[in-house]
């Protein structure tokens, strides 16, 4: 996905419909004597409702259209006819999207599973027509309901990617490599700093037909908890992964510290992370000779699996899949 394309965050207007009101009518019509109330009820105002769609992965189609607006129930009449109910306008978002009060940063509502629906905003209920309120003493009946008022608010939609595997490493560690390499997608790549500015995803094909889902994080730095570097925007990304594939260059001078300073990272951003499965990439093995390899492999950490891979020669790659495949299905 293109970076212009990538919107992960939108505040937008809603309101639903005002439900319409009750019908104040007597009957009169020739030959019939004392034909006594007869107004319909109004109809019910439009909700606002969130439903997902596992088609969309952003929500650009939303930066534009700011304002939300359900219809309003129409008015109910005589010979008991109710008003028409209004539309309900469907807000479709990815799956993983989260609906959150603007102020107090509430949560309202959180879509998951493709098809779930969420109603953000109920339509106000439309009001009773006069012939409710006929008695044995009120024969004759004035009194009819209004509608209820529509509901207006501002709500913050913020979409936290949903993925098998995320990927964790610091600028240059090879994530985007290793997904281009594995997946049809294409996430730029170059040999400076920060080059993937927004997540990207990729379906990685395994065996038998099998297929998981792999998520490209925009490269953590040391202090990003703090704000440094992209800061805080994608980690949120993080969260609903079910397994984190660190990534570390073999290059490094520690493989452990900068796992270790990743993993800190995470930590206190938010301590759950720390309690995912954790697995380990050594990439650009193709970058160092077997000395280098012997004193390289002293610095792994012991508690985490690893696997030493290339994504030039396709070195560990096999291997790679075959673990985070059993991980995903123990």
């Known amino acids: 996905m293109a970076s212009s394309n990538f919107i992960d965050y939108v505040k937008i207007s809603c309101r639903s419909g005002a439900g319409g009101a009750g019908s104040r009518h007597f009957r009169r019509e020739k030959f019939v004597d004392k034909g006594g109330p007869d107004g319909g009820d109004g109809?019910?105002?439009?909700?606002?409702i969130l439903k997902a769609n596992s088609q969309h992965w952003t929500l650009l189609h939303l930066k534009y259209k700011r304002h939300i607006r359900a219809e309003n129930g129409e008015a109910g009449s005589g010979a008991r006819c109710n008003g028409k109910q209004g539309e309900d306008v469907i807000v479709e978002?990815?799956?993983g999207t989260i609906a959150k009060n603007p102020e107090t940063g509430e949560i309202l509502a959180e879509v998951t599973e493709d098809g779930q629906e969420v109603i953000l905003l109920k339509g106000g209920r439309g009001g009773l027509g006069n012939h409710h309120f006929k008695t044995a003493t009120n024969q004759t009946p004035e009194h009819f309901q209004p509608g209820d008022p529509s509901q207006e608010e501002w709500i913050v939609l913020e979409l936290k990617l949903l993925a098998d595997v995320g990927l964790v490493g610091f600028p240059n560690a090879g994530k985007s490599t290793l997904l281009s390499t594995v997946s049809a997608a294409r996430?730029?790549?170059a040999d400076y700093p920060f080059t993937t500015l927004v997540p990207n995803l990729g379906v990685v094909g395994y065996r038998d037909y099998k297929s998981f889902v792999m998520a490209d994080i925009p490269g953590i730095i040391e202090g990003a908890s703090q704000g440094k570097g992209l800061g805080l925007r994608f980690l949120r990304h993080i969260e609903r992964n079910s397994i984190l594939l660190f990534m570390v260059p073999a290059t490094s001078e520690n493989i452990g510290d900068e796992y270790r300073t990743l993993l800190n990272e995470l930590e206190l951003y938010d301590p759950a992370l720390v309690e995912k499965e954790r697995l380990l990439a050594i990439t650009k093995g193709d970058l160092i000779d077997d000395e280098t390899k012997k004193e390289m492999m002293k610095t792994v950490p012991g508690d985490i699996p690893y696997v030493l891979i290339s994504s030039v020669t396709q070195?560990?790659?096999?291997?790679l899949k075959d673990l985070i495949w059993k991980t995903l299905n123990p």
């Open 315 to 319: 070195e560990g790659i096999s291997e």
């Open 187 to 189: 996430p730029e790549i």
């Open 43 to 48: 109809g019910r105002g439009g909700h606002v």
């Open 93 to 95: 978002v990815p799956l």
